[in-house]
């Protein structure tokens, strides 16, 4: 079955350090692999995909993140996090059944130390 | 360009009492619509998803159903909520052509049930 994977809950970083956020994945074709950004009491903005081609793709608010197919992940990093970054990060893996869906990571929660 | 909106933003019903919850889409057809809820601290559930004027595909068996009267509007519903129907809703589009399957999020609407 598919499924999206992101084992850590809480993560805690000082501002201007680096940043990785965790995700692996579940699908047995070639995946479109997203990552999604919600602030509190909003919806959820895009940061970046990932559907073929360069295993590093760029996204919006200088995050990152690295397709890694034999490994089944898909980690979003940044090299210098701002207290803006504080937020809830969803990973997320395009599936394709009846119908195409995305189906989402339970979500990182990132808190920025001043 | 293509914006979702969702209505109404903030909600407190009491057990028991009726459910419905409208997003709309503006600027493209033919859309791909979602329901999904978020509970607090939770990942994101897909509910319902629809390909087209009334087809509906549930996800989950609840007391909610959804309908999709128009091209770019999707409605949910309860006959009778239920205190675990508490939670955020968002609703979502998406077209696989040309923008190869990201979901584009509404800004979501609040529910508490009493």
């Known amino acids: 079955a598919q499924s999206v994977t992101q084992p850590d809950i809480h993560i805690t970083v000082s501002e201007g350090a680096s940043l990785e956020l965790r995700c692996n994945y579940s699908?047995?074709?070639?995946?479109?692999l997203f990552w999604y950004v919600q602030s509190p009491g909003q919806g959820l903005q895009l940061l970046l995909k990932?559907?073929?081609?360069?295993?590093l793709v760029q996204g919006i608010k200088g995050f990152e993140a690295e397709f890694k197919r034999s490994q089944s992940s898909f980690n979003l990093r940044k090299p210098s996090v701002h207290w803006s970054d504080a937020a809830e990060y969803f990973c997320a893996v395009g599936v394709l059944d009846s119908s195409y869906k995305l189906i989402f990571g339970s979500g990182t929660r990132l808190l920025v130390r001043p | 360009s293509q914006t979702i909106h969702q209505w109404p933003a903030t909600l407190v019903q009491p057990v028991g009492s009726p459910l419905s919850l409208e997003c709309t889409v503006e600027?493209?057809?033919?859309?791909?619509l979602y329901w999904y809820r978020q509970a607090a601290g939770r990942g994101l559930q897909l509910l319902f998803y629809?390909?087209?004027?009334?087809?509906i595909s549930s996800e989950v068996p609840q007391n909610l159903s959804a309908s999709r009267p128009q091209d770019r509007q999707f409605i949910l519903s309860s006959k009778k909520l239920l205190l675990s129907d508490s939670g955020f809703y968002l609703c979502?589009?998406?077209?696989?052509?040309?923008?190869?399957?990201?979901?584009?999020f509404g800004p979501g609407t609040r529910l508490t049930v009493l």
């Open positions: 629809s390909v087209g004027i009334g087809q």
């Open positions: 600027g493209t057809s033919n859309p791909n």
């Open positions: 990932y559907f073929s081609g360069d295993t």
């Open positions: 699908y047995g074709a070639t995946p479109y």
């Open positions: 979502a589009w998406s077209v696989m052509s040309g923008r190869r399957g990201e979901q584009f």
